[in-house]
């Protein structure tokens, strides 16, 4: 990192008279801890997230953490608390849409139980890590500039792209549930060209949503929401004459384990995508990691009642717990107007989910533009703030993997996503150990040890699904991997050759103090 110039009339710089605290030195700054004698401020600028005081500590000035990212966005309106949450609610779950599965894969108690003490394994874990990484580098990118931070550029990009692509993945699958719950209703969606051209014309649809712009977004998601959960509350109140608890402790024997932790995995992952939206979030050191408590909270009883209701009240059929059965239990307790709403409910909560995912996949490819490591073009924003090209992208790459089934569509997804989340926790336990004194506002209260050992166990569970992975499933997605392997060094020949522009961008903090002799930087 070069040591930045003084300042001239042409430099975009506020000055700020302060009166010095009595005794303060010269070269004292408030709010910036005094250098050591006979050494400039300038010399003494640390790496980002390097501690230096409690600051989150760009070029040349000490800036506080909720000052930072939102620089580069201060024209366009910032997400609260309230749309942040149902943003998280629809990066994660989207309501009970899509768990009928684990019913169908092991019976009612093995799925009952999953959705307790999964979240103790996976989520909370996810969430925590997402909290204190998130508000320790508050902009866009998210988990590509936690890894890059840690582990260097190289594989932030391999981060970013592995989380990229089975995002789309991810993505590719809401249209395909989407349709599945009309199929019954509307039986012409079931295959052939009118199959495709409801899903053309449906990501045309939520693809606009999200160009106009994140907040739009950010309070769909919230109507969305209460529609989706408030029928299955009106189910659990008509259920209760109905509800026969020796029906919860059944236990299948033949046990499709593969099929059951990819869908609790899948349906209880993704905590750390609201991270790649870190520069538009109001506040992100006291917003985030309170958004992430009560989604957490959202999401795990929005799994659990419906589940507890649904396989409680009518009699198992085991072969029917396939997606797209609550609407048909819906009917068996509340009538056909009760099922109609939950399918209307599943679409809404698909469309909420579609446009949620999108947002994220987009800002990420944004941010990674920002730090360089895709060409400039990525960073340009609409005059509704929103990333056009990140959104095409993500759009296409939807459209072309809409194709395939929902269960290959799980599987392929967690098999990528499995790779990046090894990666997050490399890079959140290396951060937490060789920066422990770094500034975090918001900080994992287990210490480190303790921070280290919760990794342990959602550790354990990706090798657990990874080599439950069919054959088919690892091949493709390994290759994926290898791709992004070699991508990176052919976009780097491209920038040195000048076919493409690439650029950081001037608000962010040097991550890596390359050109730095005098600081410390926070990756070797």
């Known amino acids: 990192m070069h040591s930045p110039p003084p300042a001239t009339q042409n430099d975009d710089v506020v000055v700020v008279a302060v009166q010095s605290p009595p005794g303060a030195s010269p070269n004292d700054v408030v709010g910036v801890p ?25 070029v040349g000035v000490g800036v506080g953490v909720d000052e930072l990212a ?117 039986p012409a969606l079931s295959g052939g060209l009118p199959r495709i051209a409801a899903v053309l ?55 499709d384990w593969n099929l059951y932790l990819n869908t609790l995995f ?31 909270i959202l999401v795990v009883l929005g799994y659990f009642f419906p589940l507890l209701i649904g396989t409680g009240a009518i009699p198992l059929d085991r072969e029917a717990w396939t997606d797209g059965y609550f609407s048909d239990v819906a009917k068996m307790i ?42 400039s073009i990525f960073a340009k924003r609409s005059h509704y703030g929103t990333p056009l090209i990140g959104i095409l992208f993500s759009a296409s790459g939807v459209l072309l993997l809409s194709w395939m089934s929902f269960q290959e569509i799980i599987a392929a997804e967690n098999f990528l996503y499995c790779f990046g989340m090894i990666l997050e926790f490399i890079a959140f336990v290396r951060l937490r150990i060789k920066y422990p004194a770094a500034s975090r506002p918001y900080k994992i209260p ?16 990706i090798c657990i699904v990874l080599a439950l992975s069919s054959l088919k499933v690892a091949v493709v997605s390994l290759i994926a991997v290898i791709i992004g392997l070699v991508l990176q060094p052919c976009l780097k020949c491209i920038e040195r050759k000048r076919w493409l522009k690439f650029s950081v961008s001037s608000d962010l903090p040097d991550l890596h103090c390359e050109n730095h002799e005098n600081v410390e930087p926070l990756v070797n």
């Open 266 to 296: 899948w349906n209880l992952n993704y905590w750390d995508s609201i991270s790649t939206l870190a520069g538009e979030v109001e506040n992100p050191k006291r917003t985030l990691p309170k958004a992430l408590f009560y989604a957490l």
């Open 334 to 375: 509340g009538g056909v107007w009760l099922g109609w709403w939950i399918t209307g409910a599943a679409a809404a909560s698909n469309l909420g989910m579609f446009v949620a995912e999108m947002s994220s996949d987009s800002f990420q490819l944004l941010g990674m533009a920002e730090r360089g490591m895709l060409p």
């Open 446 to 461: 287990l210490g480190t040890v303790g921070s280290i050992l919760m990794c342990v166990p959602p550790t354990i569970l």
């Open 34 to 58: 005094t250098p050591p004698s006979g050494q400039q401020l300038r010399e003494e600028v640390p790496a980002m997230g390097e501690c230096n005081g409690v600051e989150y500590v760009g």
């Open 70 to 186: 939102p620089l580069r966005v201060d024209n366009f309106k910032k997400v609260s608390v309230l749309p942040l949450v149902f943003l998280i609610f629809y990066e994660v779950s989207g309501g009970p849409f899509g768990i009928e599965d684990s019913v169908g894969a092991a019976g009612p108690l093995l799925a009952l139980l999953g959705f307790l003490i999964f979240p103790f394994i996976w989520s909370i874990p996810e969430a925590l890590i997402t909290a204190e990484m998130g508000t320790m580098f508050p902009e866009n990118g998210g988990y590509v500039v936690w890894v890059s931070s840690a582990l260097g550029p190289y594989w932030g990009f391999q981060q970013g792209w592995m989380k990229w692509l089975s995002g789309v993945i991810d993505n590719a699958l809401y249209p395909v549930l989407f349709l599945d719950y009309l199929d019954s209703s509307v």
């Open 201 to 255: 014309a449906l990501t045309v649809v939520l693809t606009y949503m999200n160009y106009r712009g994140l907040t739009i977004v950010g309070w769909a998601a919230i109507l969305l929401g209460v529609f989706s959960i408030l029928p299955f509350v009106i189910m659990g109140l008509v259920a209760i004459p109905k509800l026969k608890p020796s029906r919860w402790l059944v236990v299948e024997k033949d046990v």
